[in-house]
């Protein structure tokens, strides 16, 4: 079966997560019986609330997963230099709230496609040099609700330049930016 150009950039911020936690280099146990490698987003919380993860412990540790892996597979275009300091926010938030009143994307990291508008220290540039340094004059509806929710928004994934509106004549996943992506996934 082959998926579209469309419908696999619409996977990209989900598979990101999933390439780098499914490929890891570091161990994968924090504690006895927790392991990153096979974590859901409920385990991740579960993780949380046992105080056996934190927000930042999470997001350092996908951090130095892009750190290696993103030479080879391209698949991250920039991370967000205020991750740390949004994981700290959350892990705080976690330790003066009751566990009901927070979502379950609290304190999770989540990569956003570069087309995707954050107003903040993040490019968006769908890719191009042309638009690198440009201002959005505000966050994408999607990214308003990820930062209400909670989520720590960890970088920008590669997409298809201008998300292959560019040229029909280019390979799936290339922008100037990052060069060719490398993005290995399985769907059903």
């Given at each position: 079966m082959v998926m579209d150009s469309t419908l696999a950039c619409s996977f990209?911020?989900?598979?990101?997560?999933?390439?780098f936690s499914s490929m890891l280099l570091l161990p994968t146990t924090l504690a006895s019986e927790?392991?990153?490698?096979?974590?859901?987003?409920?385990?991740?919380?579960?993780?949380?609330?046992r105080n056996q993860l934190t927000s930042r412990q999470l997001?350092?540790?996908?951090l130095n997963q892009i750190k290696i892996q993103n030479p080879v597979l391209k698949g991250v275009l920039e991370v967000n230099p205020d991750a740390l300091a949004q994981a700290d926010k959350a892990d705080q938030e976690r330790r003066e709230k009751t566990p009901s009143s927070l979502s379950r994307l609290h304190g999770i990291p989540i990569l956003v496609k570069d087309?995707?508008?954050?107003?903040?220290?993040?490019?968006?540039?769908a890719g191009s040099f042309a638009l690198l340094g440009s201002v959005v004059s505000r966050d994408a509806g999607v990214v308003t609700k990820l930062r209400k929710a909670g989520a720590v928004i960890l970088g920008k994934a590669t997409l298809s330049e201008?998300?292959?509106?560019?040229?029909?004549?280019?390979?799936?996943?290339?922008?100037a930016r990052g060069g060719q992506g490398k993005v290995i996934f399985y769907y059903f």
């Open positions: 990209i911020q989900f598979l990101i997560l999933v390439t927790f392991s990153i490698k096979e974590a859901t987003v409920q385990d991740l919380q579960l993780a949380f609330q997001v350092e540790f996908y087309n995707t508008a954050t107003k903040d220290r993040l490019n968006t540039t201008w998300s292959h509106y560019r040229s029909s004549k280019v390979p799936g996943g290339w922008n």
